[in-house]
C-alpha cells in the first residue's frame, strides 16, 4: 500500500485503450413519478431544469425529465401506462439507476468491441436525429438489469439528445448547491459474483483494477463486505463493486439486494469543491445524511494529520475524512433517497487523494448499521 502514489498510474497504464470512454454523459434513473422526482433533485439538490420528453415531444410510452448541475446530468424516466419495460423494471426494483450512459468518439465501434469481448446486447447502434444534427447510441448489459449505453455525440450541436426538447421553468429554479461531475459509481452485486464482473469490466471494457478491500478491511462487529475498484484507462470512470462476505449479520450489501431485488447502483458519488458549503446547502434543502458519532472527530486529527478545514464544521455536518498517500479526501453519505432502502448518495471532495475513505468504513458502516436496525433488517 505504500507504494500506490506511484503505482495508480501504472495499473492505470494497464487499462487497454479498444474501449475510450471520454467520460460519463448521463445516468437515467427509471421512477414511479418522474416530475416529482426532478423536483426534488432540483429543490433538495441544486440541479437545474434541463431537458424534457414526453406527450409534448411525440414521445407516447414513457415522460422524462433532465436535470443538470455542472458535469452532471440525471435523466427521471417514468411510464405513461402499464405494461412498459420501464413499468415492469420499477414494478421489480423501485426507483433505481437504469442507465449509465459514457461518451464515447464511436458508439458503432464501442458496442461492436463489447459484444465481440463477451457483453450481453442491450441496444444495437441507433442512428437519431433532428435539425441540429444526429447522434449514435448503442448498449450493453453489466451486473443485474443495469446496462452501460454508449453516446457518440460530436456530430450533435442540439440541447441533449434528438427527441427531447428543452426544460423551461421560468417560475422556480433554485440555485446549485456546488455540486460537480459523477467521481464514482458503486454497484452491488451477490455473493460470489465480484469476479465475475471484475473480469467483465477488464476484458469487456478494458478497465483495471486498481483498488481491492476485503472482509478484514471493511468489517464490523457486525457486517463485511468485499469491494474492488475498477477504472478506465483515463481514470474519469471509476465502478467499484461490492459483494456481501459472511458476518454475524445482515449487510447493507444483502439488504440492498434483497430490497432492490437483485444487483444495482448502490450509490453515486458527487464530486464538490467545497464540501462544507455544498452540504451546509444541502441539509439546509431537506437532504437527510447518514449520522455520524461526535467521537468520531476526538481523534481525527491524530489520525489524517493536519488538515486545511475546521474540525468544527466538518463535526456538526457529519463529514468523514481520510488520508492516502496522495492527499486527503472528504466525504459524507446521504440516506438512502427513495422507498426502499436501497441507492443513495455520497459528497465526495478530493484533495490529492484518489481513493475511495478506506479508514471511514467502520465509521460509516455503524452509521448504516445504525439505519438498518431502525428498519429490523440488520
Ligand atoms: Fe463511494
Given at each position: ?20 470512454l471520454?467520460?460519463?454523459d ?75 450512459a459514457l461518451w464515447v468518439?464511436d458508439a458503432t465501434?464501442a458496442y461492436?468491441?463489447a ?10 447502434p ?10 449514435v447510441r448503442s448498449g450493453i ?7 452501460h449505453i454508449f453516446v457518440e ?226
Amino acid at each position: 500500500m505504500s507504494t500506490l502514489a506511484t503505482a495508480i498510474p501504472k495499473i492505470y497504464d494497464q487499462a487497454s485503450d479498444f474501449m475510450p470512454l471520454l467520460g460519463t454523459d448521463y445516468l437515467e434513473f427509471y421512477v414511479s413519478n418522474s416530475k416529482q422526482a426532478a423536483h426534488y433533485y432540483k429543490s433538495a439538490l441544486g440541479f437545474q431544469s434541463f431537458a424534457y420528453s414526453g406527450l409534448e415531444t411525440g414521445n407516447r410510452d414513457t415522460e422524462s425529465y433532465v436535470v443538470s448541475q455542472d458535469k452532471i446530468k440525471f435523466i427521471f424516466t417514468s411510464p405513461l401506462r402499464s405494461g412498459t419495460d420501464v413499468g415492469k423494471h420499477i414494478e421489480k426494483h423501485g426507483d433505481g439507476v437504469k442507465v449509465t450512459a459514457l461518451w464515447v468518439p464511436d458508439a458503432t465501434v464501442a458496442y461492436e468491441e463489447a459484444v465481440k469481448r463477451g457483453a450481453k446486447p442491450y441496444m444495437a447502434p441507433v442512428r437519431e436525429e433532428d435539425d441540429n444534427g444526429y447522434v449514435v447510441r448503442s448498449g450493453i448489459y453489466t451486473y443485474g438489469e443495469v446496462v452501460h449505453i454508449f453516446v457518440e455525440r460530436d456530430n450533435y450541436q442540439g440541447l441533449f439528445l434528438p427527441g427531447f426538447q428543452k426544460w423551461e421553468t421560468p417560475a422556480y429554479n433554485p440555485p446549485s448547491t456546488g455540486l460537480k461531475f459523477v467521481d464514482h459509481m458503486v454497484g452491488n452485486v451477490e455473493l460470489g459474483n465480484m469476479n465475475k464482473w471484475v473480469k467483465f469490466y477488464e476484458e469487456v471494457m478494458g478497465f483495471a483494477q486498481i483498488l481491492s478491500f476485503d472482509d478484514k478491511d471493511i468489517s464490523t462487529e457486525y457486517t463485511a463486505l468485499m469491494s474492488k475498484v475498477m477504472s478506465n484507462g483515463n481514470g474519469r470512470i471509476k465502478f467499484p463493486i461490492n459483494e456481501p462476505a459472511e458476518g454475524k449479520k445482515k449487510s447493507q450489501v444483502d439488504e440492498y439486494l434483497e430490497f432492490y431485488e437483485g444487483e444495482g447502483v448502490q450509490h453515486v458519488a458527487m464530486a464538490t469543491d467545497n464540501i462544507i458549503e455544498t452540504v451546509t446547502q444541502l441539509r439546509d434543502r431537506g437532504v437527510e445524511f447518514l449520522n455520524i458519532p461526535t467521537s468520531y472527530y476526538d481523534l481525527l486529527e491524530a489520525r489524517v494529520g493536519k488538515i486545511d478545514e475546521d474540525i468544527e464544521p466538518l463535526k456538526e455536518l457529519g463529514i468523514l475524512v481520510d488520508r492516502d498517500e496522495e492527499g486527503y479526501l472528504l466525504q459524507i453519505f446521504t440516506k438512502t433517497v427513495q422507498a426502499r432502502p436501497t441507492m443513495f448518495f455520497e459528497i465526495i471532495q478530493r484533495k490529492g487523494a484518489t481513493s475511495f475513505g478506506k479508514g471511514n468504513f467502520k465509521a460509516l458502516f455503524e452509521a448504516i448499521e445504525r439505519e438498518q436496525e431502525l428498519r429490523g433488517t440488520l
